[in-house]
């Protein structure tokens, strides 16, 4: 057992307050984008009512952005609901590696854990972690929580408001999420072993990218993978 | 049912069932070996998967940014001083290039 682990614990209550509080930065970039999306759904003639159950009920910006986008584009309802739900597919591979988090809980923590696991909270929540911390289910839900509030408002905002609001690459704001992913990086990073996984990771999803005719998104799926499946044939101490 | 509706409706469901199908799945991996090792790694693995595709699809004013940022990160760990080094970088850029 490392020292990490013999750490206290925090109780249910303070690990929810400390992840709701560190999403903190991230939930901003989350409001952001959700005004994005809200101009988008309002191209699409959704109201605010609809755009707020999309938000509180999908709860996945990038997906709802790509399934609207189709929509928008003339692609028909069904056509956009293959992109959003293939998009959401790495989720399948973050709700896996919960497993530690989730396993033996009641029924009702299972399923509201995985309904608030997001790439931002799902990502801080490793990160923490990786510099040392004690956190876990409690924090990934706090974070959760915190996201799925603004995220809801936000879009309502922007499909309400979306005549009189900027286009967030006028404001350098499509990159915040860029730059909170390069920081949680920097925060999983623990030795010299994560190095050949994520350059196995980084070369694949880049090359595939580029080169193959596939959606970027699964681009992504199949670089994390191949990453990740080089690390468990290689043994590592 | 209108195309909104439709999408709304289908997309949560079908969201809701990988959140619930990767619980499953990673419920009924065996917790230590190969697995396990893999598991352990798949954050880095996705989010440095996720960066690539993101910084691939972008122009030299987010390569510039990205690499300014990673700078910040690597010198404070700080998620809200590399969000801002990296938003003031690309918005900056693209007033000046």
Known sequence: MTATQQQQRLSPQAEFRSGFRDITPLAFGAAIYGAAFGLLAAQAAMNGLQTGIMGMFVFAGSSQIIATERLVAGAGSLAALVAGIALNLRILLMTASLRDELVGRPLWQIMLGVHLTSDENWALMHATRAKGRTVGYWYLVGGGACLLFVWTMATVFGVTFAKILPAPQAIGMDFAFTAAFIAILRNLWKDVGDLLPWIISISCAGSLTLFAPIEPSWALAFGGVAGAFVAGVIPHD | ?97
Not at chain 2, 8 to 16: A, E
Not at chain 2, 29 to 39: E, Q, Y
């Open chain 2, 1 to 97: 049912m209108t195309d909104q509706w439709i999408l709304i409706v289908g997309l949560t469901i079908g969201t809701y069932l990988i959140r619930i199908g990767g619980y499953l799945l990673g419920a009924k991996l065996p917790a230590t070996g190969s697995w396990a090792r893999a598991f352990a790694v798949l954050p880095g693995c996705l989010i440095s998967a996720l960066l690539a595709v993101i910084v691939v699809q972008g122009s030299v004013t987010e390569w510039v940014a990205a690499s300014i940022a990673l700078v910040i990160a690597i010198l404070t760990r700080s998620l809200a001083l590399t969000m801002c080094a990296g938003i003031i970088a690309v918005w900056i850029l693209r007033a000046y290039l």
